[in-house]
């Protein structure tokens, strides 16, 4: 039986430490369907190995993978940005072209 750190978990899955964390609490609520550390000695948290593999076979098979919020937020800033530049180049052509 293989045990993980958190730092382990995290770079397995490509995300921060507190995103493992924060997907580990909303499963504890019944909200995700993250793995649910184990406690070991001191209070600390580990991840088994094989229900690691069992969420990214999951993953695999699901229709959409579930994006970090940090991306969401950056995809919804990125796409007003690119909104304000293009109304904002729309206005210079039309002042140019007059």
């Keep these: ?6 730092n382990d978990v995290a770079e397995m899955l490509k995300v921060s430490p507190s995103t493992i964390s924060r997907w580990s609490e909303e499963s504890r609520k019944g909200i995700g369907k993250f793995p649910i550390p184990i406690s070991v000695k001191g209070g600390k948290r580990r991840w088994l190995l094989s229900d690691i593999e069992k969420y990214l076979a999951g993953l695999s098979t699901a229709t959409q993978p ?12 990125f796409q007003e940005r690119q909104s304000a530049a293009d109304k904002a180049l729309s206005r210079y052509r039309t002042k140019e072209e007059a």
Excluded at 66 to 77: G, M
């Design 1 to 6: 039986m293989s045990v993980l750190l958190i």
């Design 66 to 77: 579930i994006p970090a919020r940090k991306q969401r937020r950056n995809a919804t800033a």
